[in-house]
Nanobody, 118 residues
Framework: QVQLVESGGGLVQAGGSLRLSCATS????????MAWYRQAPGKQRELVAA???????DYAESVKGRFTISRDNAKNTVYLQMNSLKPEDTAVYSC????????????WGQGTQVTVSS
């Protein structure tokens, strides 16, 4: 069973920054696409950012230019640097690991709350 442990959430004022981390002990980290999703109250979960095994990032339009996803394969950790935060970024942020080799299993972290006050 793959465990993902997130940290770094909290309360921040609009315009502020936070950095989320997601760590795993799984040796499959290097063979997995990593992603951050978020879910705000009353809304569907949405993809925020993803990063391939080669380190190529992809972002939702709403966070482009403000958020940066990165990965450290030596530490089995993925990060999400969030700058210029807005109240609409308030959500529970969850880390996802998806293996690129069969079986292409997907695993989720427990989620971390990010609250941006206006």
């Amino acid at each position: 069973q793959v465990q993902l442990v997130e940290s770094g959430g909290g309360l921040v004022q609009a315009g502020g920054s936070l950095r989320l981390s997601c760590a795993t002990s799984s040796v499959m980290f290097r063979l997995s696409t990593m992603a951050w999703y978020r879910q705000a109250p009353g809304k569907q979960r949405e993809l925020v950012a993803a990063i391939s095994t080669a380190g190529v990032p992809d972002y939702a339009e709403s966070v482009k230019g403000r958020f940066t996803i990165s990965r450290d394969n030596a530490k089995n950790t993925v990060y999400l640097q969030m700058n210029s935060l807005k109240p609409e970024d308030t959500a529970v942020y969850s880390c996802n690991l998806r293996k690129i080799v069969p079986p292409r299993d997907s695993y989720w972290g427990q989620g971390t709350q990010v609250t941006v006050s206006s």
